[in-house]
C-alpha cells in the first residue's frame, strides 16, 4: 500500500506552543470482555492490512513542523501486533512529526499476550512506559468480567515488565464490580504495590449499553453496585494509595511523584493530540474529528489514499469554556479563578463566590495556587458540582 500526501481535510490555522501527543488505535483482542464497549473486535485477519493502513494514515497526516512528546499505543490489544509491526508504526510516526528527544512513549498490555523477549524488544524501540490492564486479581471478578487471564499471568507480566526494563509501570484496576467487596480490592491494591508500580489507575465499573455484563444485569443474574458502594471504593482507594506515596492527581489516576502520564494530561488539559486508527480522535484546538469506526471501511478509504476522517466539528467559545471546566476539576490542578472570572456575566459574580465558598465550607473543595480544586469528598461527586457550576456561569 502506498501512499502520497493529501492535503488535510480540517483548519490548519491553529498554532501550538505545547508538544502534542499522538494515540495509535490497535482494535484487537485475544477475546471481549464482558464490559467493553470500545471498538475492538477478535477476528485478527485484518491485522497485516490494519497495520498497512495505519500507517498509510500516518502517512497522510504528517506534520513535520509539529513537535511531539508523548506517544501512546492503545487498544484493543497492540500486543497483539508483532514486535516488528509496533516497530513499523512507530517509525512511520517518527518520520511524520518531530519527536522530543524524552518522549514518553506507553504501550497498553493485556497479561498473557506478551513474553520477557517481546517486552525488551519494546525497550529497544523507545517503548518507555508500559500500562498493564490488570482490572482484579480476584479469580472469580476477572471471570465475571470476561477477562483472559488468570491472577498469576497478571503478576508474571508485571515481573517480566519490571525485569525487560521499562522506565515505568502502570496498572489499571476496576472498582465497583458486582459482588466485589471492600476487602477483595484493598487486597487487589496491596498485591499491586509489592510490584512498586509508578501508576495505577483505578476506574469505577461502567455497565455500558449493549454489554453482555448490562444483558447479565437485566437478567438480574448479577446486581450492579450502588452509589454508596462504590462512593466507600472511591474513598478506600484514596486512603489507601495517598498513604503509600502516591499523589490523586485526578479522579482515576495516582502516581508516584514525577511519573504522572503525560499523554492522558493532554486530553484534560486542551493540549493537541492526534489520533490514529479506526475510531481514533483527534483534537487541533478548536477542531475535534474522529475516524470511521469500521476496520474494513478504514483500511479501504488508506487504499484509496484518502484519509478515513468520518466527521469534525469546530467547538465553539462557550463549549471550550464548557470542557475547560469539566476536563479541570477532574484534576488536582483544578481550574484557575482568573479563568472563571472571566466568564461572569451579570451579577452572576456573586453568586459563583458564594457557590465556591460553600464549596470549601462543605469540604468539597479548595482554594490553591488560584484554582478551585476539588478535593476528595468533591471529587466523588464532581459531575454534580461541575453541573451546578456550569448552570450558574453558562
Not at 465499573?205 to 471504593?233: G, H, K, Y
Not at 468539597?364 to 451546578?388: F, N, Y
Request: proline share 4%; net charge negative; with cysteine.
Amino acid at each position: 500500500m502506498s501512499h502520497r500526501r493529501q492535503a488535510s481535510e480540517l483548519p490548519e490555522d491553529a498554532e501550538y506552543t505545547c508538544p502534542a501527543g499522538i494515540y495509535l488505535h490497535t482494535p484487537f483482542c485475544r477475546q471481549k470482555c464482558r464490559y467493553c464497549d470500545f471498538v475492538s473486535v477478535t477476528d485478527v485477519n485484518l491485522l497485516d492490512d490494519y497495520v498497512d493502513a495505519l500507517c498509510g494514515e500516518i502517512e497522510l497526516r504528517q506534520q513535520h513542523q509539529i513537535g511531539v512528546d508523548s506517544i501512546y499505543l492503545g487498544g484493543g490489544t497492540p500486543t497483539l501486533l508483532a514486535t516488528d509491526q509496533v516497530n513499523q508504526t512507530l517509525t512511520a510516526v517518527r518520520s511524520a512529526f518531530q519527536i522530543h528527544p524524552d518522549v514518553e512513549i506507553t504501550i497498553e498490555v493485556n497479561p498473557g499476550t506478551v513474553t520477557l523477549e517481546a517486552l525488551k524488544a519494546y525497550v529497544a524501540m523507545g517503548i518507555n512506559r508500559i500500562s498493564i490492564g490488570v482490572q482484579s486479581f480476584q479469580p472469580q471478578l476477572l471471570d465475571l468480567l470476561g477477562r483472559s487471564h488468570d491472577e498469576k499471568t497478571a503478576t508474571d507480566a508485571l515481573e517480566l515488565s519490571g525485569a525487560a526494563g521499562f522506565s515505568q509501570i502502570g496498572i489499571d484496576l476496576i472498582f465497583g464490580i458486582p459482588g466485589q467487596t471492600s476487602d477483595q480490592f484493598i487486597d487487589d491494591l496491596q498485591t499491586a504495590i509489592k510490584f512498586s508500580p509508578h501508576h495505577l489507575s483505578c476506574y469505577s465499573l461502567t455497565i455500558a449499553s449493549n454489554t453482555p455484563l448490562q444483558r447479565l444485569c437485566r437478567q438480574q443474574a448479577i446486581t450492579p453496585a450502588d452509589d454508596s458502594q462504590v462512593a466507600r471504593f472511591f474513598m478506600e482507594t484514596d486512603a489507601f494509595l495517598t498513604s503509600h506515596g502516591y499523589q490523586h492527581y485526578e479522579i482515576s489516576n495516582f502516581a508516584k511523584p514525577d511519573c504522572r502520564s503525560r499523554h492522558n494530561r493532554k486530553y484534560w488539559s486542551g493540549i493537541p493530540y492526534w489520533g490514529f486508527g479506526v475510531a481514533a480522535h483527534s483534537f487541533q484546538p478548536p477542531v475535534r474529528s474522529w475516524n470511521v469506526s469500521s476496520i474494513g471501511r478504514y483500511i479501504a478509504t488508506l487504499d484509496r489514499n484518502r484519509l478515513p476522517i468520518l466527521d469534525h466539528e469546530t467547538l465553539s467559545l462557550k463549549e471550550q469554556a464548557v470542557e475547560t471546566i469539566m476536563l479541570g476539576l477532574r484534576t488536582d490542578h483544578g481550574v484557575e479563578l482568573a479563568f472563571l472570572d472571566g466568564l461572569q456575566r451579570g451579577d452572576n459574580g456573586n453568586a459563583k463566590a458564594r457557590l465556591i465558598q460553600q464549596w470549601v465550607n462543605e469540604g468539597q473543595a479548595r482554594i490553591h495556587k488560584g484554582g478551585l480544586v476539588l478535593t476528595v469528598s468533591g471529587m466523588l461527586v464532581a459531575d454534580a458540582l461541575t453541573k451546578e457550576l456550569l448552570e450558574l456561569l453558562m
